[in-house]
């Protein structure tokens, strides 16, 4: 199927592992020119040949620290050709309100949240001046279950999904969609390490997280492929019609409330 997204020019950020690389992977296998950002150089040079080896596409890296106050006008100067804006950085810290101090709920929320909002501040006027665009935020389900031991992630996340809505809601005023996806556990190795943890601390021996990772629907987490190609449809004009919406792709857990 042709997504009629070819030569589209995607900002990624926090590309260069996890979710983010399996983002960069999709769109280039749709053909997509592509500005990847990370803190880490040597990651994205490495995926970047990669791309460029596998798909023949155009691929520009930079390694920046989005939380520095400077970064989101150096994005603008670098990538603001932009169609494709794709707010992936970010990893807000688990643990319940004392264990979530105010410096580390602080910087949880500068990278993730306020670093989505910034970045679409800046790129919003960008695209619109151009013609239009789209704004994919990568948010997480937590925003929709409401955790005492995630109590900053819930928050932030909820948050972001209420961004995403109100923006979302009349952007297409200016031919812009703004559309967040709300990924539930993804196999990356974050979250192998995080149940890694677990296991260690429930069951004694960090080497039984499968264990654990079993009660997921179907005995796992998603793949990143059936989170990425997600993003790669709802960023094209077969999905023209989507703005202020949240997709949900969590193998039904946040549907799964029973008394």
């Known amino acids: 199927m042709d997504l009629g997204i070819r030569q589209k020019k995607v900002l990624i950020t926090g590309a260069s592992q996890g979710i983010g690389a399996g983002l960069a992977g999709a769109f280039a296998a749709e053909g997509c020119a592509l500005y990847l950002v990370a803190r880490s150089g040597d990651r994205l040079e490495a995926l970047a040949a990669s791309l460029r080896s596998t798909y023949g596409v155009a691929v520009s890296v930079l390694a920046i620290d989005l939380t520095n106050a ?33 410096a580390k709920w602080r910087a949880g ?112 987490p998603a793949s990143v492929p059936e989170i990425a190609d997600l993003f790669v449809y709802l960023a094209s004009p077969r999905s023209g019609y989507t703005s202020g919406a949240i997709m949900t792709i969590d193998g039904g857990i946040t549907s799964n409330r029973s008394i």
Not at 170 to 185: A, Y
């Open 70 to 102: 400077s970064a989101t006008g150096q994005l603008a100067a670098w990538a603001g050709d932009t169609d494709i804006l794709v707010n992936n950085a970010g990893a807000i810290p688990g643990g319940n309100l004392w264990d979530v101090d105010e």
């Open 109 to 220: 929320w500068e990278l993730k949240v306020f670093g989505y909002i910034n970045l679409t501040r800046t790129f919003y006027p960008l695209m619109a001046a151009r013609g239009g665009g789209v704004i994919l935020n990568n948010i997480g389900n937590g925003g929709e279950n409401y955790d005492f031991d995630y109590v900053a992630g819930s928050s932030g996340n909820a948050a972001l999904m209420a961004f995403t809505r109100a923006l979302g809601g009349r952007s297409l005023k200016d031919g812009i969609r703004v559309i967040g996806i709300n990924p539930g556990p993804v196999d990356t190795d974050r979250i192998r390490n995080v149940w890694k943890k677990r296991a260690g601390d429930r069951l004694g021996d960090s080497s039984r997280y499968q264990e654990l990772m079993a009660a997921y629907p179907l005995g796992r």
